[in-house]
């Protein structure tokens, strides 16, 4: 027997108008007016009902009728969280070091997306909740073989100062072996590239070359790394190379934006050659000669900001814990260790005179953590001279994130898209981030610029806050009461 439809109302009617509208006022929002292809199907929904929408209601089964019960209410949540994560807000959890003590590891943040503009998802069929991989290491969330240019809803610029959400910038190829799921591809191609040379050619004192030799050094570097990596799938596992949306989030602080000249001067940050006032809650690292460890109950702890690996070295075991060991300090941090004899003997800055492994690895510029630069960040339309003293800076921009070809032909002539370049005009802005633990976090300095493209939001609070020196769920000291439900602006 045929099941009548119900009479039309206008309450039906009502709703339908209302739907369509909004739905055609989010269309306009998004700038994405091919959406309206759907809108024959919500008036359907509500007023021609030629599809049953709800067949599964008219099955006899009762078990068939609760399972697709729950199957709708589950793709209908996940429709929800989709959109909900792509335009509005975004769960996001602080996995490093890198900001303390502005925001701790175990700090659950609420990210908002409309603070710089939601951007239109590059990989729009994808598995909600899942930013690369489905649970269980089952394959990728996301379909390849449908991607959108970037294109972001209201944009708004990111600010100095600024906690920002962002896609790892270098995480374009990854490496699947979960031993190397840290590791920069870039940089592990460059040094093991390095390392084959030098046994191929020997010692190569680099001072000693021209810009152009160096180049082409370092160039061959990477190829031959390269070349190792991809022939050694047993020990790498295999190479995956993933869209912008795709790639892991980061959190760190914008200090440098588009157009500006940033530099660090022995650990302080100049912007157009001004001093910036270094946000209060930054640290070193300091050489600490312990007389005795402070007990976890003691204040000193709290005020210093201390863990047990921070007490104790790593694997917190008090029997082996060296006598001087380094710390990362907030100057209030370190005036309250100075502040016990009894307890500390000398306090030491610890300068950072390292230069490997820094942005750009193949620029061999002589700089440090603590005194890097000048670079000057690239802004949309800014149009910089190119030569081969500061091509590695840029190449990556040019290339990875911009779309272009670039090569150095043996006239020692600069090519971009087969053409000679004497100068480049960017097409997006680029900031530049860094963490609050200065001399503990993997930040611009190790990556370089931060494109527009991958900036995802701005943290708003945090829910919820856990301590990883209490790690079991029923213990009171696992959850940082004091911290849950505050505005990231007063963490910071």
Not at 131 to 146: A, C, F, I, M, R
Not at 283 to 312: H, I
Not at 373 to 402: M, S
Request: with cysteine.
């Amino acid at each position: 027997m045929k099941k009548i439809k119900p009479a039309l109302t206008w309450k039906d009617k009502t709703k339908c108008a209302v739907v369509i509208l909004l739905y055609l006022l989010f269309l306009g929002w998004v700038e994405a007016w091919w959406g309206i292809v759907l809108v024959p199907f919500i008036f359907d929904a509500y007023i021609t009902r030629r599809i049953n929408w709800g067949w599964w209601k008219d099955l006899e089964n009762p078990v068939f009728r609760t399972v697709m019960s729950w199957v709708d209410a589950i793709v209908f949540a996940l429709v929800a969280v989709y959109f909900i994560n792509i335009y509005f807000f975004q769960n996001y959890t602080i996995p490093s070091s890198s900001l303390e003590k502005s925001l701790l590891v175990g700090d659950y943040l609420f990210v908002s997306k409309l603070s710089y503009g939601p951007r239109v998802p590059q990989t729009p069929l994808h598995m909600p909740l899942c930013q690369h991989t489905l649970p269980g290491g089952l394959g990728k969330s996301y379909v390849e073989w449908l991607r959108w240019d970037y294109k972001r809803v209201t944009p708004r610029p990111v600010k100095r100062g600024d906690i920002v959400v962002f896609n790892y910038p270098s995480g374009d190829t990854v490496l699947t072996d979960l031993r190397y799921a840290a590791a920069d591809y870039t940089m592990m191609c460059y040094l093991y590239g390095e390392q084959m040379a030098e046994q191929i050619a020997g010692y190569i004192e680099l001072d000693s070359l021209t810009a152009f030799q160096r180049w082409r050094f370092y160039e061959s570097c990477y190829s031959l790394g390269r070349e190792y990596v991809h022939g050694n799938p047993q020990e790498f596992g295999a190479i995956d190379v993933r869209p912008v949306d795709r790639r892991e989030n980061y959190v760190k602080r914008c200090v440098g934006l588009p157009g500006e000249k940033f530099e660090i001067r022995d650990c302080i940050v100049y912007i157009n050659d001004s001093a910036t006032q270094t946000p209060p809650h930054v640290q070193f690292n300091y050489s600490v000669e312990w007389l005795r460890r402070p007990d976890k109950s003691d204040p000193v702890v709290a005020k210093a900001g201390l863990a047990y690996e921070d007490l104790y070295g790593p694997g917190s075991n008090p029997d082996n814990a060296a006598p001087e060991t380094i710390l990362p300090l907030t100057e209030d941090g370190r005036k309250a260790l100075e502040a016990r004899p009894d307890l500390v003997g000398r306090i030491d800055f610890v300068r950072d005179e390292r230069t490997d492994e820094l942005f750009p690895q193949n620029g061999h510029y002589g700089w440090t953590r603590d005194n890097y630069g000048p670079v000057i960040i690239p802004a949309k339309g800014l149009t910089v001279a190119l030569t081969l003293d500061n091509l590695a800076l840029y190449e990556r921009c040019i290339r990875a994130y911009e779309g272009h070809t670039l090569e150095v032909n043996d006239d020692e002539q600069i090519l971009i898209d087969g053409q000679p370049a004497t100068s480049y005009t960017f097409s997006m802005d680029y900031y530049w981030m860094m963490g609050d633990n200065r001399h503990n976090s993997a930040d611009s300095r190790y990556w370089g610029f931060v494109p527009e493209d991958h900036v995802v939001g701005k943290p708003l609070f945090v829910w919820l806050s856990t301590d990883k020196d209490h790690p079991f769920l029923f213990d009171p000291r696992h959850y940082r009461w004091n911290r849950m439900f505050r505005s990231v602006k007063s963490l910071i």
